[in-house]
């Protein structure tokens, strides 16, 4: 393969997202007008191999950008894989319908959307098929499920993923299991797979290697995990927790 070839072939499943040309928003309209989608529609987003993480606070854009992207990419919006939908209350924005994924050629096309707060239904979905073998998910506890959804579906060698989208899997997850949580996304990575991540979560963040953007009113921007607000935010609380409380109680 030529030069130009091998640079747009270069392995990652998700080279780029940008909006078609002829999108049809309203930059004035939610989403558009979240300043970090304004930003996405305008400039478009690369996504680096490996993982990217989406910090910001709530109503950032950051959810809604990880949805987006996902339903761009062919993935079911309330969670799930490409080999199947499923859906009970359609609440996800339009986002994705404006959104093109530049892909790469030679990359795995499996994908995976975890939504925290409609996996619920997904497990619902997955125990009304004749023979699943995740019919036992509603039995587990919620964190629990989650942890057995990362080894038998994100990490499991069967399900080597192009792209894997997280919206905030911390909701589940207690401070042992978040740090299974990195070990896991580091062997996931490390077989090709790249992962979109929202989250408030500054243990997942510090996952080495990790490419972290920050979304807020400034819109979108590259920062590090010794940077983040909810680093700084979290080491002052558990430094002097009753700071906080002299203005809140």
């Not at 989406?54 to 309330?78: C, D, F, M, Q, R």
Request: include cysteine.
């Amino acid at each position: 393969m030529n030069e130009r070839g091998d640079r747009l072939d270069d392995g990652r499943p998700v080279r780029r997202v940008r909006a078609y040309a002829d999108a049809a928003y309203d930059p004035d309209v939610w989403p558009a007008n979240i300043p970090a989608v304004a930003q996405l529609l305008r400039t478009g987003l690369e996504l680096a191999q490996g993982v990217t993480f989406l910090v910001g606070e709530n109503g950032s854009g950051k959810s809604t950008i990880v949805e987006g992207i996902a339903t761009a990419y062919g993935l079911p919006p309330e969670g799930g894989s490409n080999q199947g939908s499923h859906s009970t209350r359609p609440s996800e924005s339009p986002l994705g319908e404006w959104l093109m994924v530049e892909r790469s050629p030679s990359a795995p096309r499996w994908g995976f959307f975890l939504r925290a707060e409609t996996m619920h239904g997904y497990y619902s979905y997955l125990e009304a098929l004749p023979g699943s073998p995740d019919r036992h998910l509603h039995s587990l506890s919620h964190g629990e499920s989650f942890n057995d959804l990362l080894v038998n579906k994100l990490n499991h060698p069967q399900y080597v993923a192009g792209l894997v989208c997280l919206d905030e899997p911390e909701a589940a997850l207690s401070f042992e299991s978040s740090l299974r949580w990195l070990a896991n996304l580091n062997e996931i990575v490390d077989r090709g797979t790249q992962v979109l991540c929202a989250t408030h979560s500054p243990i997942l963040a510090a996952l080495p290697g990790a490419r972290i953007l920050e979304v807020g009113e400034w819109g979108i921007r590259k920062t590090t995990w010794e940077r983040l607000g909810i680093v700084q935010h979290w080491r002052s609380f558990l430094d002097a927790p009753g700071r906080y409380f002299r203005h809140l109680l």
